[in-house]
């Protein structure tokens, strides 16, 4: 079993930064590709960002590359996501999931434990 909590969302000023967190407990993290989706008002939820179990190898999505950052460190078992030059169309829940190694890391379906989001709005 596996517990992931976010943290660090928040209201934010188009332009502005924001560092979100996700802390896990339970077994395993160390061992499992990590990401971050999120979900805006009346969309589908979207694929942001992923890293490898080693922190080495990084993905994103066209949308915020350039602008975020994920990161982790298996000693504190947390992962952080780095949002910088925020745009209002980046207002979402953002969540944090294991990758269950079910497929792609984009997709949503190969994620196993997810947290239960955290608020982002960032205004105009």
């Known amino acids: 079993q596996v517990q992931l909590v976010e943290s660090g969302g928040g209201l934010v000023q188009a332009g502005g930064s924001l560092r979100l967190s996700c802390a896990a407990s339970g077994r395993d993290f160390s061992t499992n590709a990590m990401g971050w989706f999120r979900q805006g008002p009346g969309k589908e939820r979207e694929f942001v960002a992923a890293v490898s179990w080693s922190g080495i190898a990084t993905y994103y999505a066209d949308s915020v590359k350039g602008r975020f950052t994920i990161s982790r460190d298996n000693g504190k078992n947390t992962m952080w996501l780095q949002m910088n030059s925020l745009k209002p169309e980046d207002t979402a829940v953002y969540y944090c999931?294991?990758?269950?190694?079910?497929?792609?890391?984009?997709?949503?379906?190969?994620?196993?434990?997810w947290g239960q989001g955290t608020q982002v709005t960032v205004s105009s």
């Open positions: 999931a294991r990758d269950a190694r079910r497929g792609s890391m984009r997709s949503s379906s190969s994620y196993d434990y």
